[in-house]
């Protein structure tokens, strides 16, 4: 299965790298199908990111701001309204969905847009923390919008009757979001060496200090032993082993881009595996928000065969069973 | 949109996003991706040491008619992770990363910019314990003449401090400790330290 053939027949001649790059790459049906899947899971990433918002009195004292994020600055807002979180994070979850499955599509990413500033500010605002986990997700909607993603594959477009859409329109989007996610970790690296040089990976470096003040940071309990993340505390003593993850990290984040010249889907599995570890890892250690962020990463398939792949599996299940 | 459209649009999304990095920007949307990127060149490293209980009672705090209380997130209405960074770092005086990282090693041009158009350096310039005082009588409404106005808040957190030997080696079990016990009142801060244990 190379689903990522390239649709070079259709390319026009004379066409530059740049051409073969971003639109020969994946056919008419792929980012119809990439909407529906990323949709659906944006709707969950959603869930995950503001649960703590859901806990406050939604009618009780109305925290007014130590430090508010800039645009919440900009327009005056200085206290947080906690029934506000509930309407907003409704509306979203909503507009997820219609993304998902193409109905009204555009309005669904202004308004998944807005959501997102909303329940953003007030998440970052309590304390001044402003978290980076709703960023790459805010370019890939812009390239959605800019795109003709609610022309293929969901309501409108069956019930309006819209025709195909060109392999190229399909194509550049998709892959614009791919060296967008993929250049995320490779800056990533790029931003620790511009602060901090190697020294950030000498020794344990600033992982085995993370790991150090997060497993700190609720204290100890009666036996001894830490109240969180114990298993942080063990590998923050285990320096030489911190060094070989910090290694680790940065032969990922430097060499990750690479996939996007990855044809075959299995060795992009693989890489994509290794990047929800890493992931996974940060959440189960440092406790970073991250470990659903994953779901991005349907942008490096062909999600229409993948949908197709899956059709078929559902089918065959039941009549599989009906003849065993 | 035709290709030529696209290709222009693509080069124009890449520019700003990615001229966003090149000039380290960091509001969002635009972000140059510096997470958990600044290490601090030190010979040690202090940490908190947290206390789940000390924490859920909240601030001690004193009102302006002289009647004592806690005041705990519950009472402020916000998530507990939140009310963990007023209590065990604004109100030691550390800052959100963000304003810890942001003028860090900036080349000449982005320091320029950041100077012109946002300002004097965030963690140089903000009083983050007196924020915390000023938005708990902001949350509840008490003017600068209300007898039930906070006019003291005090935290109590431990530190551990670990040498550059202690960390190279991974023998974490007797790191210098110290009680640091936070004032914030009207007029100023004041953190008062108490040597504990090894």
Redesign the interface.
């Known amino acids: 299965m190379s689903e990522m053939a390239p649709a070079a027949a259709a390319a026009p001649r004379g066409a530059t790298r740049?051409?073969r790059f971003?639109?020969d790459w994946f056919p008419a049906e792929s980012l119809g199908a990439l909407r529906l899947y990323f949709g659906i899971g944006l709707a969950l990433y959603v869930l995950t990111q503001y649960p703590?918002?859901f806990?406050?009195?939604a009618f009780?004292?109305?925290?007014?701001?130590?430090?508010p994020?800039?645009?919440f600055h900009a327009l005056g807002i200085?206290?947080?309204v906690?029934w506000l979180a509930w309407p907003v994070a409704f509306a979203t979850l909503a507009a997820c969905l219609c993304f998902a499955f193409g109905k009204w599509t555009r309005p669904a990413i202004v308004a998944i847009i807005i959501g997102i500033?909303i329940l953003?500010g007030m998440?970052d605002s309590?304390?001044?923390?402003?978290h980076?986990r709703?960023?790459p997700i805010?370019?890939l909607l812009?390239?959605f919008f800019?795109s003709k993603c609610g022309r293929t594959f969901g309501i409108d477009a069956r019930r309006k009757g819209w025709p195909a859409i060109a392999a190229?329109?399909s194509s550049?989007p998709i892959r614009?979001m791919q060296?967008?996610i993929a250049?995320?970790y490779f800056?990533?690296l790029?931003?620790?060496l511009?602060?901090?040089g190697l020294?950030?990976f000498e020794?344990?470096?600033?992982i085995?200090?993370?790991l150090?003040?997060r497993a700190?940071?609720?204290?100890?309990a009666a036996d001894g032993h830490v109240?969180n993340l114990s298993l942080a505390w063990e590998l923050?003593?285990?320096?030489?082993l911190v060094f070989v993850f910090g290694a680790g990290v940065f032969l990922f984040e430097l060499f990750f881009p690479l996939i996007l010249f990855v044809r075959d889907w299995r060795l992009r599995l693989v890489m994509l595996i290794g990047a929800t570890i890493f992931h996974f890892a940060n959440f189960l250690l440092m406790n970073v928000q991250f470990y659903f962020y994953p779901f991005v990463f349907v942008c490096f398939f062909d999600m229409a065969r993948v949908h197709g792949w899956l059709k078929r599996r559902l089918r065959l299940g039941p009549a599989v069973a009906a003849t065993g | 949109m035709t290709r030529g459209g696209a290709r222009l649009f693509i080069i124009g999304f890449f520019a700003i996003f990615f001229g966003a990095i090149l000039l380290r920007v960091d509001y969002f949307p635009l972000s140059w991706v510096p997470m958990y990127g600044f290490r601090e060149e030190s010979d040690r490293l202090t940490v908190a040491v947290g206390d789940l209980d000390r924490r859920d009672r909240g601030f001690a705090a004193l009102r302006a008619n002289g009647e004592r209380t806690y005041l705990s997130r519950r009472d402020l209405n916000i998530p507990p992770a939140n009310f963990r960074r007023l209590y065990q770092e604004r109100a030691f005086g550390e800052g959100p990363p963000q304003h810890l990282r942001e003028r860090a090693r900036l080349i000449a041009f982005n320091r320029w910019w950041y100077e012109t158009l946002i300002g004097p350096d965030p963690a140089i310039g903000q009083d983050y314990p007196r924020d915390i005082l000023r938005s708990a009588n902001a949350t509840f409404g008490y003017g600068p003449n209300d007898p039930r106005r906070f006019v003291q808040l005090e935290a109590h957190l431990d530190f551990a401090t670990f040498t550059r030997a202690q960390l190279d080696s991974g023998d974490l079990t007797t790191p210098f400790r110290e009680r640091r016990q936070v004032v914030i009142g009207d007029t100023g801060t004041r953190v008062i330290r108490h040597r504990i244990g090894s």
């Open positions: 740049f051409d971003f639109f703590q918002l806990i406050l009195d009780g004292p109305q925290f007014h701001y130590t430090v994020i800039w645009y200085e206290r947080n906690p500033f953003k998440r309590f304390s001044g923390d402003v980076h709703e960023v805010f370019a812009i390239l800019f190229w329109e550049w614009a060296v967008y250049m995320f800056w990533a790029m931003a620790k511009r602060v901090s020294f950030w020794h344990g470096g600033r085995q200090e993370t150090i003040a700190l940071r609720d204290g100890f109240v923050s003593q285990k320096p030489d």
